[in-house]
């Protein structure tokens, strides 16, 4: 099969631009990513795009240019970025282009995601009654997490810590001031034990990745970057996901460790080999746990790597180098692919002061959302 | 096989003693349980009273106010206890707890079934919850 790899990227500043659509923001994402690498709308052979909530991705042929390009709308929730580029890296791979699109967009309104319960199996009493909360699953899973594993209400804290001092550095991070930890530590409790300064909030953003084949990226002269695995998976028996009526007596497994494992397979490496990592962090417990769903330390290791700083930029393993949710928000459709993207600038060293130092090689990301989907990459140069 | 899949059993039944129940699936082949028993789920599943009792497996406080929809309690917002209640040797479910203090829940308390008065307000009409099992002095 053909390599396949990340030739342009572009990003829409992520936070709240008033007056300017998701689409738009979208548009504007794949208009930076062409500019990456020199090429015209009219090079791009095929197109994957979605939005949870902001309308059709191939609207924007519009404003784009009427090339009759094929275009396909993708929406799978949170892993509705990671599942549009599994589409376009399989298409490559496959031969039958050279030249596609990924792109996803999102504009969310304020508070809280309010999600129908007929939309996604589920009863209408569960909705009405109060349950139907994504910040209250995240909350029970970190408390009998921390329980389990002994992890302390400060690790919670050194989270985000981290992501806000990080996101001062990322031109296209949402909250980009430094918040201290004692700040983080007394800020108000939402679902406990997670307190305000712990949770991402929906937002706003586009991100544009234009793929290659290895051929074709070298016969244009644009910096390649090789997408080593794009993997997408659902929920297996016995998990405990968001949006659980009820949950299985023996938990085993997860969306997430189905997606890394095989992740880990197709490319041939694993955690040990990784320089950095963008992983889903809806809020910072949900970045703890998912440290160890993705086999990047054992349950319960999450403690002491954070006393000592493993995940900071200067540490073992970078982790959420521009921010990662907490500090960029979600725009549910552009999120995966702005992981993506961060991997992408680090890997190119074009990461300015957040720069992961000595020369990262390899980079993992990983999305997660409702009800039980989790989407993976491995990067490499 | 079950194919008819439509209409959502009850998931909270009163029992002819004058107590309730929650009902659940059960699918005797794999041993797994499931709540609610939706019309999808019947095709696996059949349906089963699930326990009163279990232990509190773990637990939040929702402190801001649902969106409506689907949210349908009053406007007048007050803060309260989620749990996953852990039936032995069947399932865990969402619930919410009352008769209890934020302060005093753990995991591993014991807890059972009740129901309290449904938050949309329609006359008569409940909802389930669990509180705490009390240890009565002898």
């Known amino acids: ?381 | 096989m079950n194919q008819d899949l439509t209409g959502e059993l009850p998931h909270l039944v009163l029992s002819e003693d004058g107590s309730y129940y929650l009902q659940g699936g059960h699918n005797e082949a794999s041993g797994k349980y499931v709540f609610p028993l939706m019309g999808g789920d019947k095709e696996f599943f059949q349906p089963v009273p699930l326990k009163r009792e279990g232990t509190i497996w773990s637990f939040t406080v929702q402190r801001f106010r649902p969106k409506t929809p689907p949210y349908a309690g009053p406007d007048d917002f007050v803060p309260y206890l989620v749990a996953y209640v852990d039936l032995p040797g069947q399932l865990k479910v969402e619930a919410r707890l009352v008769d209890i203090e934020e302060d005093d829940v753990e995991i591993g308390l014991p807890v059972e079934l009740t129901v309290i008065p449904d938050i949309t307000g329609e006359p008569g009409s409940v909802m389930h919850a669990f509180r705490p099992i009390e240890t009565r002095a002898a």
């Not at chain 1, 508070?111 to 139907?132: S, V």
């Not at chain 1, 031109?171 to 201290?180: K, L, Q, T």
């Not at chain 1, 700040?183 to 108000?188: G, K, R, V």
């Open chain 1, 1 to 381: 099969m053909t390599d396949v790899g990340i030739i342009g990227v572009g990003i829409h500043p992520f936070g709240r631009t008033e007056g300017r659509s998701g689409i738009d923001m979208g548009i504007y994402a794949v208009r930076e990513a062409l500019s990456d690498c020199n090429l015209n709308w009219e090079d791009v052979q095929f197109a994957y795009g979605g939005s949870d909530a902001s309308g059709n991705a191939d609207t924007m042929v519009k404003q784009l240019g009427l090339s009759g390009v094929q275009f396909v709308n993708v929406k799978n929730g949170c892993a509705t970025g990671g599942s549009a580029l599994y589409a376009v890296a399989s298409t490559i791979k496959a031969g039958e282009y050279d030249i596609g699109l990924a792109v996803g967009f999102d504009k969310h309104p304020r508070g809280a995601f309010n999600p129908l319960p007929e939309e996604w199996g589920l009863p209408d009493w569960y909705g009405a009654q109060g349950y139907m909360l994504t910040t209250q699953f995240f909350a029970m899973k970190i408390k009998r997490y921390m329980h389990d594993f002994n992890i302390s209400d400060l690790s919670l804290g050194r989270i985000s810590e981290k992501s806000f001092a990080n996101a001062e550095h990322a031109e296209h991070a949402w909250r980009r001031s430094p918040v201290s930890l004692e700040e983080i530590m007394e800020s108000p409790m939402v679902n406990d034990p997670l307190r305000k300064y712990m949770f991402c909030s929906p937002a706003e953003g586009g991100v544009a990745l234009i793929l290659a084949s290895e051929k074709k990226a070298r016969e244009i002269g644009a910096p390649f970057v090789k997408l080593d695995a794009a993997i997408m998976r659902t929920r297996p028996q016995g998990s405990f996901e968001v949006f659980a009526t009820s949950v299985d007596n023996d938990i085993d497994g997860s969306a997430t460790r189905l997606a890394s494992q095989a992740a880990f397979e197709l490319a041939g490496i694993g955690p040990e080999d990784f320089d950095l990592a963008q992983i889903q962090d809806t809020d910072s417990g949900t970045e703890i746990i998912h440290m160890a769903e993705n086999g990047l330390c054992a349950d319960g290791e999450q403690e002491q790597w954070l006393a000592e700083g493993k995940t900071l930029l200067n540490g073992k393993l970078p982790i959420n180098t521009d921010g990662g949710c907490i500090a960029c928000g979600e725009p549910i459709g552009a999120s995966g692919l702005r992981q993506v993207y961060e991997n992408v600038v680090q890997l190119r060293g074009q990461a300015g002061a957040r720069q992961v130092q000595n020369d990262p090689r390899v980079a993992y990301s990983h999305v997660y959302g409702a009800p039980g989907v989790s989407a993976v990459t491995i990067l490499r140069k």
